[in-house]
């Protein structure tokens, strides 16, 4: 399994980090969580291979989580020659396929009948397990944030990768998340400047003593955390392995 960051900022716009995105590649699975704006030529920048994407998995409808969406079925049915021909599923939370309906009559019917290739949307229920190929598993856990919002948890060759999303402090989320391989989840804004539905580095700290992951990657860090210690301050409550992710940054694990 290996896990690549594709777009590690926020709805604060910098010079280094592009909205969310996270590439997993899972045996013959190629799952891309979230796409936010800027995440379709962050791809090319970092030289992955955004045509062979087999699944668009979605954690919420906020703009910088979706927002690149359109252009990258575009991508896929104008930007390459021949035009793509493998279908492409698109799972999320309830309220996925309103979202790409409405997306489709903003952005053109392109987004929903490409013409080359087949979109399928699956709504994911919480605790729902979807079988993909490669023995591979995908569950959704609902996490405080908005009303739809749900992390996931990838299983596939022995190896587990959960990813939060955006979310607040709960300890259900962090029970679930037990025992992942590596758990990414989002680090906001310091504890004074807290804002309800993320999470401060303590926040993160709480959920790693719980999950206990192999490896805790932070990631959705809004600038004011460039003056904050992140690490240090995790790690005051947390012993185990802490990095902050970057657009670029990857992880490749083992069977």
Not at 76 to 96: D, F, H, K
Not at 166 to 183: H, S, Y
Request: aromatic residues 6%; proline residues 6%; charged residues 20%.
């Amino acid at each position: 399994m290996r896990i690549t960051a594709v777009g590690t900022g926020t709805a604060a716009p910098t010079a280094d980090a592009v909205n969310a995105g996270w590439l997993v590649d899972a045996g013959g699975n190629r799952l891309l969580f979230d796409c936010g704006s800027g995440v379709v030529h962050r791809m090319a920048a970092l030289g992955l291979d955004w045509r062979t994407i087999t699944h668009l998995v979605i954690t919420h409808f906020h703009a910088d989580h979706i927002s690149d969406i359109a252009t990258l079925i575009t991508a896929w049915r104008w930007g390459q020659l021949p035009a793509r021909t493998a279908p492409i599923e698109v799972i999320g939370p309830v309220g996925t396929l309103e979202m790409m309906q409405r997306t489709a009559a903003l952005f053109g019917a392109v987004v929903l009948e490409p013409g080359t290739f087949a979109v399928t949307i699956r709504e994911l229920t919480v605790g729902e397990v979807l079988q993909l190929p490669d023995e591979a598993e995908l569950e959704a856990c609902k996490v405080p944030h908005t009303a739809e919002s749900v992390a996931y948890s990838l299983r596939q060759g022995g190896r587990r990768f959960v990813y939060t999303g955006d979310t607040g402090p709960d300890a259900g989320v962090a029970a679930w998340a037990a025992g992942a391989d590596v758990l990414v989840t989002e680090c906001s804004l310091p504890r004074e400047m807290p804002v309800e539905g993320h999470l401060a580095p303590e926040d993160c700290a709480a959920l790693a003593a719980i999950a206990r992951p192999g490896c805790l990657v932070l990631t959705h860090r809004y600038p004011p955390l460039d003056a904050v210690d992140v690490v240090g301050i995790v790690t005051k409550d947390y012993s185990g392995p802490v990095r902050l992710a970057h657009d670029g940054w990857f992880i490749e694990l083992g069977a």
